[in-house]
Antibody
Framework: QVQVVQSGAEVKKPGASVKVSCKASGYIFTNFGISWVRQAPGQGLEWMGWISPYNGNTNYAQKFQGRVTMTTDTSTSTAYMELRSLRSDDTAVYYC??????????????WGQGTLVTVSS | EIVLTQSPGTLSLSPGERATLSCRAS???????LAWYQQKPGQAPRLLIYDASSRAIGIPDRFSGSGSGTDFTLTISRLEPEDFAVYYC?????????FGGGTKVEI
């Protein structure tokens, strides 16, 4: 079945970086995009950006420009999201999701199980 | 960016009742590029509806979506116990993609 499975929880200090992985299976990885969405504790959903595994094109939300890098490894069908210069308000569950389109971000299905990133000194 | 406002914030209903959830956009959502997701506590969101009215694979037909422009609605015709959750709308007509703040459907 189609699924995306994420790496485990992380604890980081302010100023550090975190890299979350998202391994896809059950479909042709390069035929669909990958979007990243985060959810702070008790809060709503926030889209961070999208990447096309087909050609590496990215579309980042302006809020994260300069601080986030999304990449893919087509040999292992894995997507990565690196967030730098972490602050306490980056504490959140980070989700990857298969995007319906390889041309630009649209709707997301399925979602990974989420990766809790805690930023604390 | 397009701001999505969901109402009500909380909907208190009983199993078997009809639920009507609203999502209003600050500007027109092009091509009715709007999706709805369900999220239960401790779980990832699940896609219910895309393109405003198309049901995702495996979603029961008691879930339906409608609307265009700036006003969209998710209707659950008869609430089942497993439908009590938080529902989010999301627009993908323009970047950045944005989500509404959610509507909690509670017993």
């Amino acid at each position: 079945q189609v699924q995306v499975v994420q790496s485990g929880a992380e604890v980081k200090k302010p100023g550090a970086s975190v890299k979350v992985s998202c391994k896809a299976s059950g479909y042709i990885f390069t035929n669909f995009g990958i979007s990243w969405v985060r959810q702070a504790p008790g809060q709503g959903l926030e889209w961070m950006g999208w990447i096309s595994p087909y050609n590496g094109n990215t579309n980042y939300a302006q809020k994260f420009q300069g601080r986030v890098t999304m990449t893919t490894d087509t040999s292992t069908s894995t997507a990565y999201m690196e967030l730098r210069s972490l602050r306490s308000d980056d504490t959140a569950v980070y989700y990857c999701a298969r995007d319906s389109s390889s041309l630009g971000p649209k709707w997301f299905d399925p979602w990974g199980q989420g990766t809790l990133v805690t930023v604390s000194s | 960016e397009i701001v999505l406002t969901q109402s009500p914030g909380t909907l208190s209903l009983s199993p078997g009742e009809r639920a009507t959830l609203s999502c209003r956009a600050s500007q027109s959502v092009s091509s009715s590029y709007l999706a709805w997701y369900q999220q239960k506590p401790g779980q990832a969101p699940r896609l219910l509806i895309y393109d405003a009215s198309s049901r995702a694979i495996g979603i029961p037909d008691r879930f339906s979506g409608s609307g265009s422009g700036t006003d969209f609605t998710l209707t659950i015709s008869r609430l089942e116990p497993e439908d009590f959750a938080v529902y989010y709308c999301q627009q993908y007509g323009s970047s950045p993609l944005t989500f509404g703040g959610g509507t909690k459907v509670e017993i």
